[in-house]
């Protein structure tokens, strides 16, 4: 009996093991950098780690922070792999991950582009409604309208 309840706390203690040894910041930082090359991208990164493509500036009103907005979007993983797209949806900056609430505000009223978010500015390093922690999430913006 002795041996089975320490086979059973070994067993329960390795199993409660967390995997530290992941540096998400250093890998999502070299996957955002290989795309980049890889795709002939003309990316800016920010002071939060964000990378951000302006394909067309726009002309209209630039959103801030708090503002609510109007978009199209497509993300999808380094590898292609699409996950979500959504046509003339509308929210506000604060209800969503904070490298759109940072991105989108780098586009005025009907400008376009790319943002390269890390996972620390996405849905973090476990996995959230079907996204694997620690991913790399890519979007294509079209901001339609700034409310």
């Given at each position: ?64 922070a708090n503002s609510g907005v109007t978009v199209n979007y497509k993300g999808y993983y380094t590898s292609g792999k699409v996950f979500d797209q959504n046509n003339d949806i509308s929210f506000n900056l604060q ?53």
């Amino acid at each position: 009996m002795k041996y089975l309840f320490a086979l059973i706390t070994l067993i329960t203690l390795s199993s409660c093991q967390n995997d530290n040894s992941v540096d998400y910041d250093k890998q999502n930082e070299s996957e955002i950098k290989d795309y980049i090359e890889k795709n002939n991208l003309d990316a800016q990164k920010s002071s939060s780690g964000l990378y951000y493509v302006i394909e067309e500036q726009g002309s209209g009103s630039q959103p801030n922070a708090n503002s609510g907005v109007t978009v199209n979007y497509k993300g999808y993983y380094t590898s292609g792999k699409v996950f979500d797209q959504n046509n003339d949806i509308s929210f506000n900056l604060q209800q969503v991950i904070q490298g759109w609430t940072e991105g989108i505000t780098y586009f005025k009223e009907g400008g376009n582009g790319i943002l390269l978010i890390p996972s620390r500015l996405g849905y973090g390093y476990s996995s959230k409604n079907g996204i694997p922690g620690g991913s790399v999430l890519i979007f294509d913006i079209d901001l339609l309208e700034v409310k």
